[in-house]
């Protein structure tokens, strides 16, 4: 399996989808070697999970199958040319060296390729039935590994590049990579009909081989950490009630509808605090646009949390937001309801397909988003039907099942 994170060494929804995904499995007893590149600046990988995988023994009978290869490289998810190239030359200076001497390749699409490389020689060297390769970054190598194995490939689709671009369009080299990796490969896994229509519609891709995969969570896990008296604060202690907003900040995600809706509810439930947690390129404009529209002491940008972190702050939520543009899936959501927190989610979300208990709106109308999150607001009954109902609901996911699911790709694939 080819990825590019991991937890607690992830920036974004993918690595938290490959570790469920991992650990459902291994609960099928199907053996992992993941291959994920090595960051720099970074301290070697410290979850409880990963430590027991370079130990010599390990507790746990599913994590024993859990087998961790490393690449050297600076990628990392949601990467782009402009912040590879920084990234390089920052540690071109840290290090002393010339271009001549430096290891990483100059641009992001020829570092790509450089793993790509790298692939070959771990394909040649591990014992595998079956590849699987997660979003862009990692299709080449999976690509490589096919080439020199003859193993069949399954490419998992999390996000397109018209998801990043908010529907945009999507024609560059980043495109062209996604159409290989969909066209070449013997089965896709979608996270959403939404995504299998966008790979059918943009790609060109078989409708035959795409398997829809939805995400999950699990719920029990979620409830570990944090405890009800940490969703105790100050701010709720006042009578306030709090709108939350988790995801990358950026254009994909709309955070800017949710500043727009943020601005509308406030002129009819002023007690509301909007809490925006996460990072990416439109944090700035977002902070700049929060103080243009008349409502920066309304809205704390509370940074990338995980963990303990993050679950004190889906539990001292009344509400969370997905306004997303364009979602395939939205694991966020599902924590959300694992932590007893009603949702709103946008029509254009994988995750919208398979919710019941949660209020549903197209992205783009601020006017209808901020009028349902009034009606939680305003009205206890609302609010706890959804916090009830959303958490029984919730306990029905399970990576296991999406595991299940993934393993019969694996078995098609195989048989061929």
């Known amino acids: 399996m080819f990825g590019w994170e991991f937890p607690p060494h992830n920036s974004g929804g993918l690595g938290v989808a490959c570790e469920g995904l991992v650990k459902g ?9 993941f291959v994920l590149p090595k960051r720099l600046n970074h301290s070697p990988l410290e979850t409880e999970h990963l430590k027991m995988v370079f130990a010599d023994s390990c507790d746990d009978p599913l994590l024993k199958k859990l087998k961790i290869r490393t690449i050297d490289s600076p990628l990392s998810p949601y990467m782009t040319s402009h912040a590879y190239s920084k990234l390089i030359e920052e540690e071109r ?20 390729l450089r793993y790509a490389a790298l692939a070959r020689k771990i394909a040649l060297s591990e014992d595998f039935d079956v590849i699987h ?37 999507a024609y560059g080299r980043v495109y062209e990579i996604e159409k290989k990796g969909l066209i070449e490969a013997d ?15 943009h790609y060109e891709a078989d409708p035959a081989k795409i398997h829809v995969v939805h995400n999950a969570v699990e719920y029990k896990e979620i409830l570990a950490h944090g405890t009800l008296e940490e969703k105790i604060a100050g701010i709720k202690a006042m009578g306030k009630k709090i709108v939350l907003f988790v995801g990358r900040i950026t254009l ?47 809205v704390i940008f509370a940074g990338f949390l995980r963990g303990k972190e993050l679950s004190r702050a889906y539990r001292m939520a009344d509400l969370y937001v997905l306004p997303s543009v364009s979602e395939p899936f939205g694991i966020t959501p599902l924590e959300s309801m694992a932590h007893e927190t009603p949702v709103l989610v946008s029509k254009q979300s994988g995750v919208s ?54 393993a019969t790709v694996y078995s098609k694939v195989f048989n061929k």
């Open 252 to 298: 994909q995600k709309g955070p800017d509808y949710f500043l727009r809706a943020a601005q509308k509810v406030l002129a009819h439930y002023p007690d509301a605090i909007f809490v925006v947690a996460g990072s990416g390129d439109m944090e700035t404009k977002m902070i700049e646009d929060a103080a243009a529209l008349g409502i920066a002491h309304k």
């Open 133 to 169: 390769a997660h979003d862009w970054l990692s299709f080449p190598a999976g690509l490589a590994a096919k080439a020199m194995t003859g193993k069949p490939l399954v490419v998992h689709v999390h996000a397109t590049e018209f998801d990043r671009t908010g529907g945009h369009g």
């Open 187 to 201: 089965a896709v896994i979608a996270v959403s009909n939404f995504t299998k229509q966008k790979l059918i519609e």
């Open 353 to 406: 397909e398979v919710v019941a208990h949660a209020l549903k709106v197209d992205f783009w109308d601020v006017d209808e988003m901020a009028n349902k999150i009034i009606a939680v607001l305003r009205h206890p009954e609302l609010y706890q039907t959804l916090r009830d109902n959303g958490f029984e609901e919730i306990k029905r996911f399970s990576w296991k099942t999406a595991a299940s699911k993934c």
């Open 25 to 33: 499995l291994m609960q099928h007893d199907i053996s992992v070697t």
């Open 93 to 112: 200076i840290r290090l002393k060296l010339s271009d001549e001497n430096m290891y990483y390749s100059s641009d992001l699409y020829g570092e790509v």
